[in-house]
């Protein structure tokens, strides 16, 4: 799910692979983009980019293309980045809003794929190699990126440096139970855990970069 700055909010369905967009002014819910046989798409997370009016919508296939764009207005889109991913799953924007983040789970690798000054996507680069699952991803305030993985039941952080860091672990998979997505509020971080359908609050003592 992701947020506009009009407060609307966009969820991707991978039963009707489609996004959908929840107007909570009126509690409408639309669809937004997909659903369609010209949009083949097995939509996962999204990402609002609001200096180029669009989302990218990451398409969860391993080894195949790769990253949705479509325009916030009107729906329209294309497959952004056209060239294989290993899983594409969770993405987030760079600080700086001219790169993007994507967790490639079964390659086992966090990627950065710059954003050329016409929109168009540059070549990707690894960023980290991680030793799991790697599923969502978050960035703080200092640029940090912030990794939940789905197996084994951790977050780890990834560093300016780029060194590779635990934040935590669960052996057990009780509290922590394969995270998927996670987001900041205030200085926490929430995961999702797919294992037992549960929210996870972990302070780490530092705000998540703005989304708006």
């Known amino acids: 799910m992701a947020f506009d700055r009009k407060g609307n909010l966009y969820v991707c369905d991978l039963k009707k692979k489609a996004v959908f967009k929840f107007h909570p002014s009126t509690g409408e819910l639309t669809l937004f983009a997909g659903g369609t046989p010209d949009v083949p798409m ?25 990253i949705w764009r479509f325009d916030l207005d009107t729906g329209s889109g294309f497959m952004w980045y056209d060239r294989p991913l290993g899983f594409g799953n969770g993405m987030a924007l760079a600080p700086d809003g001219n790169s993007l983040y994507v967790a490639e ?46 197996e084994p039941s951790q977050v780890l952080r990834i560093n300016e440096d780029r060194t590779v860091v635990t934040v935590v672990r669960d052996e057990e998979a009780h509290t922590l139970c394969h995270p998927t997505n996670c987001a900041f509020s205030g200085d926490n971080l929430y995961t999702a855990n797919l294992g037992r359908w549960h929210i996870t609050k972990i302070p780490v003592g530092v705000r998540g970069k703005s989304l708006l």
């Open 42 to 66: 097995t939509p996962n997370f999204p990402v609002v980019d609001h200096e180029r009016n669009c989302l990218y919508v990451s398409n969860s296939v391993n080894d195949a293309p790769g």
């Open 105 to 150: 789970t079964f390659a086992r690798r966090i990627s950065r794929i710059p954003i050329l000054a016409d929109g168009r996507p540059g070549e990707k680069e690894v960023v980290a190699h991680v030793d799991a699952l790697p599923d969502g991803l978050a960035v703080d305030e200092h640029g940090r990126i912030y990794v939940s993985c789905y």
